[in-house]
Structure formats: structure tokens, C-alpha cells
């Protein structure tokens, strides 16, 4: 079974640009989740999707953060425009009930200059 | 705020020593898991214990589990220099929201 691919790996953009980020969970998992890790810090949770809804987005910082997930499949997550304080390690997880334990992709270093 | 905290956040031993990291929660959860993340890695699944569990095992691994004390601790018997890794606890709480908190990591270090 393929796990969770997320693309790019890496990114550097500046201050003012726009970029999105890609996760392909795995086939069958309709729970989605975003996260966020920032310096070493907690991995802070984003947002959850259940197929194409948003179950919780309570961890969005705010409006300049945008995701969706069209068709239920797989998801983006939109910064535009960025700041400097959106730098940190984006990770998209995947699990096959609301209460399952996740699996991970590798993440999206996202540097903003 | 931060749900799950893990103490330390930094642990260097000996290949063949046990290591021990805890975690401590703030809200009631469904269960608690920890969590293993190589560099450069996503996080890989360890283990999942329920509410109404106390302790369980998987291999070198032992977690227990103190709801009236709201923490955790796992133990890695016999480390060995592949233990290398930051470690994670994840607490899944419905409270405002069904989600899976983690906190900070504890930074284990294993010398071969």
C-alpha cells in the first residue's frame, strides 16, 4: 500500500508570495489532517477533513491559510500571501477511522524569506 | 494550547540502557498514542492505549497510562543506536472537536 505522499518536499518562497502544498493520503482514508510544526516546537494540529468536509479547522492560524479537498481525494493546502512566521515543517496525515492512528507523509519544509 | 507535554525534551544513553520518556495531558482524551519521527521523516505509529487501559506492550516498548494523574510514560528496554529518533505523545480528545493533540517531542539520543 502506498503511505502518504506530500509535494514538495521542500520550499522556499518570499515574503508576499503564494504557495500551495499537495498530500495524497492513502487510498480508502477518509480522515485527512493538517499540521504544523514551527522551530522545534509542538506539532500543532490545522484543520481535519472527512472526505471533502472540513470537520475542524480550529487550528487555522488565519484567512491567509486556505484548504480544501475537492472530490475527497487529495488535499492542498493554500498559503498566499505568505509571511515569515508561516516557516516550519507542514505535515499531512491520513487515517482510516476518526479514531485510528495516523500515518504521515514526510512533510513540506516551507521556508518563507 | 498545548494538549500533550513530554519530559525531557532531550535524552542521550548508552546502547543497551532502557529510556524512559513521559508525557503529561490537560483534558480527558479516548486514548493516547506515541508517535516515533526519524530526521527528515514523517511521524510512524508506535502504539495506541486506550482510556481504559493502564499499561501495554509491543516488542521493547512499554506504555502506561494514568488518567487520574493525566500522563503517560513509555519505556524503550534495551536501546539500541536505530532508537535514535524524537519521540511523540498524542492525545485524541473530543473536546471541542474530535482531533489528535501532539506536543513537543522528547529528542532521544543512543550511543552505540
Known amino acids: 500500500e502506498a503511505g502518504v505522499t506530500q509535494f514538495p518536499s521542500h520550499s522556499v518562497i518570499e515574503k508576499g508570495q503564494t504557495v500551495t502544498l499537495r498530500c495524497d493520503p492513502i487510498s480508502g482514508h477518509d480522515n485527512l489532517y493538517w499540521y504544523r510544526r514551527v522551530m522545534g516546537k509542538e506539532i500543532k494540529f490545522l484543520l481535519h477533513f472527512v472526505k471533502e468536509s472540513k470537520q475542524d479547522e480550529s487550528g487555522m492560524p488565519n484567512n491567509r491559510f486556505l484548504a480544501e479537498r475537492t472530490g475527497g481525494t487529495y488535499s492542498t493546502l493554500k498559503v498566499q500571501p505568505a509571511e515569515l512566521e508561516d516557516s516550519g515543517v507542514y505535515f499531512c496525515?491520513?487515517?482510516?477511522?476518526?479514531?485510528?492512528?495516523?500515518?504521515f507523509g514526510n512533510g513540506t519544509r516551507l521556508t518563507v524569506t | 494550547s498545548q494538549q500533550g507535554e513530554e519530559d525531557p525534551q532531550a535524552l542521550s544513553i548508552q546502547e543497551g540502557e532502557n529510556a524512559t520518556m513521559n508525557c503529561s495531558y490537560k483534558t480527558s482524551i479516548n486514548n493516547l498514542q506515541w508517535y516515533r519521527q526519524n530526521s527528515g521523516r514523517g511521524l510512524v505509529h508506535l502504539i495506541l492505549i486506550r482510556s481504559n487501559e493502564r499499561e501495554k506492550h509491543s516488542g521493547r516498548l512499554r506504555v502506561t497510562l494514568d488518567t487520574s494523574k493525566k500522563s503517560s510514560s513509555l519505556l524503550i528496554t534495551a536501546s539500541r543506536a536505530a532508537d535514535t529518533a524524537s519521540y511523540f505523545c498524542?492525545?485524541?480528545?473530543?473536546?471541542?472537536?474530535?482531533?489528535?493533540?501532539f506536543g513537543a517531542g522528547t529528542r532521544l539520543f543512543v550511543k552505540a
Open positions: 496525515a491520513s487515517s482510516q477511522a476518526i479514531n485510528s492512528p495516523l500515518h
Open positions: 498524542a492525545t485524541a480528545t473530543n473536546t471541542g472537536g474530535f482531533k489528535t493533540i
